[in-house]
């Protein structure tokens, strides 16, 4: 259903990445070690390879869009990454307002 076309393939990615990001508070463990090599896999299965000129089909696309949507996921959610909490806290002291 959502690999037919690259706008698709790229819906599946970021959905994946909003469910994952509230349980896996590490950005580097979602990005690097889930994410990078699903979007490597992918871009070589769709023809997109580095180093052979072929790179900028799909998998630079795919890379831009999963880097910065583990930056939105992050933000978005107060378990998606290790430094929320502490962030959390600080507004509470600062300004009395609990998040």
Known sequence: MFGKTSL????SLVLSE????PAIPSVAARAGGIFLPLVKALSEACGSKVGDGT???LGAYLCLT?????????AMFLT???????SAQLALA??????
């Open 8 to 11: 698709g393939l790229t819906y």
């Open 18 to 21: 909003a469910v994952l990001a």
């Open 55 to 57: 790179e900028r089909k």
């Open 66 to 74: 999963c880097f910065q949507t583990s930056v939105v996921s992050s």
């Open 80 to 86: 998606a990454m290790a430094a929320n909490p502490l």
């Open 94 to 99: 600062a300004t009395g307002q609990s998040i």
